[in-house]
């Protein structure tokens, strides 16, 4: 999907404006904003390039930051270290590779394939690796991902208001959401520049974690306001995004944070994080009670949202017994991991990530992701504790954990890629391999770490 001559000017124009953000800005300052505003603001657009991956917005800022850390901050590139934690998102970018040899699809389509995971997950979790690298870098994340959801509160104030699409508006095309999606609770849902309104409301959530993560920490002003007054109207902002599952997602992720703040135990994050385990494991065998968990959330819920559950789970269960003829490396790409009737029709639905990496690269690429997400917030749970998770220099990477580890239980219900999330975990990874000695400085305030 390409588009008109405006969007292919502000893709392709991208690229540029990132070396003059380089240019003008501090590296790590410049990286995270390239990155937050080719996210939030850059058409839902893809231009197919030979010999290199879809170019989409992520694609347009990878690009601009590598080839501007050549330029503007060699050092950086050769300062990274390879280490253990490293290890499975190596086995998840490598993976595709591996099930398109296996599946007898030919070592091209596995290098494409393998191309396009680099550029989608490989380089956000380096640029977190090598940029952000400390406390400091990750407080600078989270403060930007705050900023970031201010931003964009007039946007959705106006989509919801006047039941319209910005991105039509501005760019002249649509994202593919389906009309119906946008109507919710007798309002429009916004989703501005975004691929889709469920994208927005986990985007929402995690500006509102960190912000009052923020706030509570003791950071009172941003961009010369009240932290209160910023931090209440992203709250009414991110109820107006009317998504569902990103409230569940809020009330969890606060839930998780205020039991660590108070008890000084991440209890919930562990109970959180073998949940997603235990249900991606039921997933894979087959094991899953479907009708069980239908029956008991029929008593709560009404009509409308468990008959989306029910087609959810009914879909996954076709597709996992579909996936569990080729379990190990799946079924490699051209569709052969959906179900087709008799007549080849394409009867099957994938509204999850995990279900479709386990029909497409199998248990192995489902653990390599599984893994390259949750390793670095495990990493960093045993690393600080969550006594230290109340300290200025601890509490945003701490914060940041807590929506990582959300993102990838949302995961496990929706299909929405976010590269903001493996920046994160690039940057929790440095954190929880570092030195002792480092860590020891970092903890007493010492940010002597590339800035």
Known sequence: MGGNAFVSLMMFSWIPAVLYIFKRYPARQAMIMSFIFAWLFLPVASFKIAGIPPYNKMAAACYGILIATFIFDPKRITSFKFSWIDIPIVLWCTSAFISSVVNDLGAYDGFSTTQFQIVTWGVPYFLGRIYLNSFAGLRQLAIGLFIGGLVYMPFC??????????????????????????????????????????????????????????????????????????????????????????????????????????????????????????????????????????????????????????????????????????????????????????????????????????????AYGLMALTASILLPVISFCVRYPAKLWLRPMVAPAAALAVCITLYMFDSVLNAMVNPIFMLAAGGLATVSVQSKQAATAQLNGQMATIS
């Open 157 to 362: 104030w106006y989509e919801s208001r006047t039941f319209s699409s910005l991105h039509i508006l501005v760019y002249g095309m649509d994202t593919g959401r389906d009309a119906s999606q946008s109507i919710r609770y007798g309002g429009y849902r916004p989703q501005v520049f975004l691929e889709h309104g469920l994208m927005l409301g986990v985007w929402l959530m995690t500006a509102c974690i960190m912000g009052i993560t923020l706030w509570r920490t003791g950071i009172k002003r941003i961009l010369n306001q009240p932290m209160g007054l910023l931090v209440s109207l992203l709250l009414i902002t991110f109820i107006i995004s009317r998504s569902t599952g990103a409230y569940t997602l809020l009330l969890i992720g606060l839930a998780i944070l205020l039991v660590a703040w108070q008890f000084r135990t991440a209890i919930l994050l562990w109970i959180l994080i073998l949940g997603i385990c235990w249900y991606l494991y039921m997933g894979v065998t087959g094991t899953f009670p479907n009708k069980q968990v239908i029956d008991t959330l029929s008593q709560t819920f009404d009509a409308e949202r468990i008959g989306s559950v029910k087609f959810r789970f009914d879909n996954e269960e076709i597709l996992g017994a579909r996936a569990r003829e080729s379990v190990m490396f799946g079924w490699g790409g051209f569709g052969r991991n959906r179900i087709f009737d008799e007549y080849g029709k394409d009867v099957s639905v994938t509204d999850s990530l995990w279900i479709i990496v386990f029909g497409i690269q199998g």
